[in-house]
Nanobody, 119 residues
Framework: QVQLVESGGGLVQAGGSLRLSCAAS????????IGWYRQAPGKQRELVAA???????NYADSVKGRFTISRDNAKNTVYLQMNSLKPEDTAVYYC?????????????WGQGTLVTVSS
């Protein structure tokens, strides 16, 4: 069983920065894609940024140039550096992992961490 533990959310003023972390742990697995989604009140969950095992990164248009996703493969940890935050970035941020185990594919969600950006 694989678990994701997120940290780093909180309250920040517009223009500020936060760094989210997501650590994966558990039984034998490999990560194909790991990334961050967010869900604002009354809205659907949306992809924020993702990183593939091949080194490809993908960002939502709304965060390009402000957010950076990075990985520490030795620690099975992914980070989301969020700069120039805007009130519209307020949401619960979820870590998502898509990978493989010896018996098949794997998808895991974190519990979510709240990011609130005040104007």
């Amino acid at each position: 069983q694989v678990q994701l533990v997120e940290s780093g959310g909180g309250l920040v003023q517009a223009g500020g920065s936060l760094r989210l972390s997501c650590a994966a742990s558990g039984s034998t697995f490999s990560i194909n894609v790991i990334g961050w989604y967010r869900q604002a009140p009354g809205k659907q969950r949306e992809l924020v940024a993702a990183s593939s095992s091949g080194g490809t990164t993908n960002y939502a248009d709304s965060v390009k140039g402000r957010f950076t996703i990075s990985r520490d493969n030795a620690k099975n940890t992914v980070y989301l550096q969020m700069n120039s935050l805007k009130p519209e970035d307020t949401a619960v941020y979820y870590c998502n992992l898509y990978g493989s185990t010896p018996i098949g594919s794997l998808e895991v969600w974190g519990q979510g961490t709240l990011v609130t950006v005040s104007s």
